[in-house]
């Protein structure tokens, strides 16, 4: 166990719909990034949050968007799904310090 | 940023020594080089970092050339558990987004 908590670990669902997806960073880790890996591709850094602000972005369309909150779990929205979104989507955390970044097990996206 | 070169693929026998090249001839110097690893279809996980010195951790140890051009991770005894592919990122040191190339795919041969 890594310490940081995706949910949910599978998620099914149908084009043109609307999943959002959730990571719980490690405690008193400040930033939160997030990946997609689709099947056999490389992994496509997506955001980038540090105590509640956005600070880096990378590869995010437009249909998906990404927040964090207080507490410091983010939520990853994914709409308007598409057949080529179905991947593997990684959060991942990183306290103070040098970009040692802990990541979660992933949360697996079909969309049929 | 700087770009990191690394060949797609190696192969090593269990028990010997891998030794993985990342060139990084563009390498700034206040940018680190990490390595991080990714068993399939697991989350990546890190591995270790350096900035010009040499490093060692209870995984792998870390040769940076004295120009800091190139590097190389060395797996000491390689296992079969260590099949995974194995990224170079070179990165300023802090809350810097960190992205993640092709890597080096090693299969670790019994």
């Known amino acids: 166990d890594s310490g940081v908590t995706q949910t949910p670990k599978h998620l099914i669902t149908a084009t043109g719909q609307r999943v959002t997806l959730r990571c719980s960073p490690r405690?008193?880790?400040?930033?939160v990034y997030w990946y997609q890996q689709s099947l056999d591709q490389g992994l496509q850094f997506l955001i980038q949050?540090?105590?509640?602000?956005?600070?880096a972005k990378g590869n995010i369309l437009e249909r998906f968007s990404a927040q964090q909150f207080p507490d410091l779990h983010s939520e990853l929205n994914l709409s308007s799904l598409e057949l080529g979104d179905s991947a593997l989507y990684f959060c991942?955390?990183?306290?103070?310090?040098?970009?040692?970044?802990?990541f979660g097990a992933g949360s697996r996206l079909t969309v049929l | 940023d700087a770009k990191t070169t690394q060949p797609p693929s190696m192969d090593c026998a269990e028990g010997r020594a891998a030794n993985l090249p990342c060139n990084h001839s563009?390498?700034?110097?206040?940018?680190?080089v990490y390595w991080y690893r990714q068993i399939h279809s697991q989350g990546p996980q890190y591995i270790i970092h350096?900035?010009?010195n040499n490093e060692t951790n209870e995984m792998a140890s870390l040769i940076i050339t004295e120009d800091r051009k190139s590097s190389t991770l060395i797996l000491p005894h390689a296992t079969l558990r260590d099949t995974a592919v194995y990224y170079c990122?070179?990165?300023?040191?802090?809350?810097?987004?960190?992205?993640f190339g092709a890597g080096t795919r090693l299969t670790v041969k019994p």
């Open positions: 991942a955390s990183r306290g103070s310090g040098a970009n040692v970044l802990t």
């Open positions: 405690s008193g880790d400040l930033s």
């Open positions: 949050y540090y105590n509640g602000e956005e600070r």
């Open positions: 563009t390498i700034s110097g206040n940018e680190y």
């Open positions: 350096g900035l010009k």
């Open positions: 990122i070179v990165r300023p040191g802090t809350n810097n987004d960190m992205r």
